[in-house]
Nanobody, 114 residues
Framework: QVRLVESGGGLVQPGGSLRLSCVAS????????MGWYRQAPVKERGLVAT???????NYADSGTGRFTISRDNAKKTIYLQTNSLKPEDTAVYYC????????WGPGTQVIVSS
């Protein structure tokens, strides 16, 4: 079973930036399309962005133009660069495969507030 550990969240003012990281155990990581998800209070977890094993990316409307997903297969890590953050981006951010096939990690909390 692959273990996922997210990091990089924190408290940031509106308009600020954060770079989130997710490290996966196991070499099988490299063949999967991976995604970043987020779950705000009293809302369902939703997909924010995905990146294929070869680097092709897709974004939900919420992240288009502000978020950038990337991966380093050698480090078994995916990243989410978040820019121009808004209060509505406040959520716990998770990574997983595109279909959420693995056990969820603890997530990393992002709070956007002045």
């Amino acid at each position: 079973q692959v273990r996922l550990v997210e990091s990089g969240g924190g408290l940031v003012q509106p308009g600020g930036s954060l770079r989130l990281s997710c490290v996966a155990s196991g070499s099988i990581f490299v063949i999967y399309t991976m995604g970043w998800y987020r779950q705000a209070p009293v809302k369902e977890r939703g997909l924010v962005a995905t990146i294929s094993s070869l680097g092709g990316t897709n974004y939900a409307d919420s992240g288009t133009g502000r978020f950038t997903i990337s991966r380093d297969n050698a480090k078994k890590t995916i990243y989410l660069q978040t820019n121009s953050l808004k209060p509505e981006d406040t959520a716990v951010y998770y990574c997983n495969t595109e279909k959420g096939a693995w056990a969820w990690g603890p997530g990393t909390q992002v709070i956007v507030s002045s």
